[in-house]
């Protein structure tokens, strides 16, 4: 069925997204670049210089305003901006200032996350958010960061996927992703590098999400009460969604797996500015178990199940009470064609929502260009943009052109 109009409500957010480790290069102090250096990582490929997004920050933010965006979301590096515990770089918070104030020349709304998936060394080495000190030190640094970033601030993240090391520790339970054995092996070897106590190194991804989870909850509520005072606008999370169905039989099972990984989480948002949503698929439980996808796949693997971006809007909306903003939604894959298809398809189901009285605010396509997709390396492509890994050339695909014009006409 065809939504009621076409129109998207007046200050609608279009954007594209990005996070630094992803895109900026030579993140030499992160635990990332650790993990994807030793011998045997579980990263495919090292970041390395990503796309030079450090230096080339300018020219991409000026292409996507170009392109017809009104909005870019990325994400500040806590491991540039403290290097060594307590240690804050002026320069580096320097750097984050000029990119803030070139969204504002080129009349671009900054969204700026404070933590994606990264964190410097040192945190990780002494457990990273398994140690309930996570808390205080991601608070002290959104702290800082906000002193010096926040009067620039449009929109404001505190931690992306804020669910994500739960959801991964369940996958890896139940079906070995992440790693497997490997990940131990990793971990110790990474502990090993960094000189800390073995067993003590914990990354986001590859840490264990059960013991992070209630240290993510609380350093969100606090970094929340410390940067609403220093941000110009708007403050919340992101969470990963996936529309999770039940067939027949799967329903307790499906139930439970959404209490843990998405309610809880919705629940802990309430009265928040907004819940970022960010969806790439569906997963579908039978009775005994998670089922396959169906059908075409990314090139994560995933189903091609762009329906799933209205159900997710409709369950964080109804749980959390919160306005939404589609923080994150796109598709891994080389054929252009696909990529519209999807987000034409995502974007019927945001138009159905809003014609349905649900308050969003926005839509932010993952990603702007082809990036270093984490443990996948540089295989995928999510970008709309595409990036020569030679000559760090960029060049945009029809989809860009694409969702480009339809963010300016505000119009599917
Ligand atoms: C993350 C991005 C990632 C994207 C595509 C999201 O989970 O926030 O960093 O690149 O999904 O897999």
């Known amino acids: 069925m065809e939504p009621k109009s076409r129109e998207f409500p007046s ?7 990005t996070a630094a480790h992803q895109v900026e290069g030579g993140n030499r102090g992160s ?11 579980l990263y495919a490929d090292p ?3 990503a796309c030079d997004h450090y230096h080339r920050y300018a020219e991409d933010i000026a292409l996507l305003k170009g392109l017809g965006f009104n909005t870019y979301r990325f994400s500040i590096e806590w491991a540039r901006i403290e290097p060594e515990e ?16 070139t969204c504002h020349a080129l009349r671009v709304i900054p969204m700026v996350t404070f933590h994606h998936f990264t964190a410097p060394l040192w945190f990780s ?4 958010w398994e140690n309930e000190k996570s808390v205080d030190r991601f608070a002290r640094y959104c702290d800082r960061a906000g002193r010096a970033l926040g ?5 404001a993240c505190t931690i992306n996927e804020a669910n994500i090391p739960l959801m991964i520790t369940m996958m890896r339970e139940a079906v070995g992703i992440g790693g497997g054995d490997k990940r131990e092996r990793a971990l110790a070897e990474a502990a090993r590098l960094s000189g800390g106590e073995p067993g003590r190194f914990s990354t986001y991804l590859s840490g264990d999400g059960r013991a992070s989870t209630p240290n993510l909850i609380a350093a969100h509520r606090k970094a929340y009460d410390f940067l609403k005072p220093m941000v110009k606008g708007p403050v919340g999370i992101t969470l990963s969604l996936n529309d999770l169905q039940a067939e027949p039989g799967g329903e307790a099972l499906r139930d439970a797996a ?12 309430r009265g928040d500015d907004f819940v970022g949503v960010q969806t790439y698929t569906r997963v579908r439980f039978g009775a005994s178990g998670l089922l396959p996808p169906e059908g075409e796949r990314t090139q994560m693997g995933y189903e091609f199940y762009p329906q799933a971006l209205a159900a997710c809007i409709r369950s964080a909306a ?3 009470g919160c306005p939404i903003i589609v923080t994150e939604n796109g598709i891994g894959t080389e054929d252009d064609t696909r990529r519209i298809a999807f987000t034409k398809a995502a974007l019927d189901g945001v138009l159905d929502c809003i014609a349905d009285g649900i308050d969003v605010r926005g839509y932010i396509h993952w990603s702007l260009m082809d990036n270093f997709e984490w443990l996948e390396g540089y295989r995928p492509k999510f970008g709309l943009v595409e990036v020569d890994r030679t000559t760090q050339a960029r060049k945009p695909k029809p989809s860009a052109y694409w969702l480009g014009d339809i963010a300016n006409a505000n119009r599917l």
């Open 11 to 17: 200050a609608f957010l279009w954007g594209t997204a």
């Open 31 to 41: 635990d990332l670049w650790l993990m994807e250096m030793a011998k045997d990582s």
């Open 47 to 49: 970041s390395g210089d």
């Open 86 to 101: 307590g240690f804050f770089s002026a320069a580096a918070l320097d750097h984050y200032r000029r990119m803030i104030a």
């Open 125 to 128: 080495r002494d457990g990273g």
């Open 151 to 155: 009067d620039l601030i449009s929109c």
């Open 258 to 269: 959404d209490q843990m990984i998405n309610r809880q989480f919705l629940e802990a948002v």
């Open 318 to 320: 109804k749980v959390s």
